[in-house]
């Protein structure tokens, strides 16, 4: 059955104009004290009042409904009798006369501004009495003096008022600034790294802010950079460094740089693409001439100055592919886990000339070799240094270069003394290559973990992630010292 608006003359019905709401009449509210019965009562009979329908019976009230035309906004709550909503007032629709309700609108809205300026000036007073050093206020002190003036009220506050509110609000200044600086302490930002090596060496293994900020100025303008960026471009490349060193979680460095982690990755994966790509320049492979000049005297005393390169194989364990094939191709009987495998080099002076791409645990050091492209920069004359698992004699020799590795002892009962002596040479200064290694392990620790299928993915050039990460974290060990002493 419709609802009907009760207001004489008023022809709103519920299912027609359905963008309106109806209210029921107030009832009279029996168990919340004496005080609230007579309030609801007194509210009850001030809508029949406003109504003034003599049709209206008492057995019809339940069913009696009032549309939101005859309201300015909405009935008011109760207790809020001075609301001019308290009772219907709008559009009533009979002959006698209503106040308009713009006047009891406007006293309303002077009431509640008492009301709220009242209350500021006790938090005020209540403020200084907790937190001033002056003599606690007497109430006959303060002069509070509130006069009506059409629809404004003006309240005076004596000076000894005033100037205690002007001392605490140089006391909360102070404190806003002295805040302000310890966050700008903590924030991951230049002035956070500047002239402290010690903080650009742990969160980012370079070994001072000069070569943070030579590599930033170097890569800056390939960062991408919006006008909804919440970072800018030096905190973006903080997070890839900071990620690549101490492989921290992205909710770790979300919480750190006050960003989502999304946004991390989002960072992370755009900057290490610009990283390897502006790095690449970093592993170099040196000339003859080159390496003659920087030749340690280790080197110069066993092998002349023909030493080229030393290699040497490392893996990057990852977590278990689902593919069959790839976990098959992945698998390191070595490392008895699923691995990627790259080749590196190194020249002698300690500077990582050569990093292959990413190749399955499964792969051989000689097939490893042979395909990474590292013996098409041999020149005829060179020397390599490498382990007893590159069988790489015949490959070497193609090229008019020479490979040399510790001797076997298969089918002798001991090594003669011409083969100890050349193994000892060989292995005191293939050692650096697993120095290098073992640097590169250590300065950058997301080489250490186990890493996730995230980063096995290709993008457009059919470049793996970890390749990427792999060459930057190699780039970057180039600009540190060498392990590799001249003399």
Known sequence: MPSFCAVFGCSNRHDRENDRSYYRLPKVITHQG??????????????????????????????????????????????????????????????????????????????????????????????????????????????VGVMESGTSTQTDIDKNLLTAIESELQVLQKENREMKAMLEEKKLDESFFRNDSAKVKYYTGLPDFTVLQALYHYVEPDITLTHKSALNKFQKLIIVLMKLRLNTSNLDLAIRFGVS???????????????????????HWPDRESLKKTMPMSFRTHFGTKVSVIIDCFEVFMERPSNLKARAETWSNYKHSHTAKYLIGIAPQGVISFISNGYGGRASDKTITENSGI??????????????????????????????????????????????EKTRRIANSRIHVERVIGLVRQKYQILSSKVPHDYLQTDEDKTLALDKIVHVCCALTNMCNSVVPFN
């Open 34 to 143: 004496e005080q609230t019965k007579k309030l609801s009562q007194d509210r009850r009979e001030k809508w029949l009042s406003n109504i003034a329908r003599d049709d209206l019976k008492p057995s019809s009230y339940d069913n009696l409904r009032i549309c939101s035309d005859h309201f300015i906004k909405k009935p008011a709550d109760l207790y809020d009798q001075l609301n001019p909503d308290w009772a219907p007032t709008v559009k009533m629709g009979h002959i006698r006369t209503f106040m308009s309700p713009s006047p009891s609108k406007s006293r309303y809205n002077r009431s509640l501004n008492r009301s709220v300026r009242k209350q500021h000036t006790a938090a005020a007073m209540s403020l200084l009495e907790l937190r001033c050093s002056t003599p606690e206020l007497e109430s006959e002190d303060v002069d």
């Open 261 to 283: 982690d999304s946004t991390v990755s989002r960072v992370f994966q755009s900057v290490i693409d610009v990283l390897s790509v502006a790095l690449r320049p970093l592993i």
């Open 375 to 420: 013996l098409d920069k041999l020149v005829p004359g060179d020397l390599i240094l490498a382990d007893r698992g590159f069988d790489i004699q015949e490959s070497v020799g193609t090229m008019c270069a020479q490979v040399y590795i510790p001797a076997f002892t298969k089918g002798k009962a001991q090594l003669g003394a011409l083969d100890v």
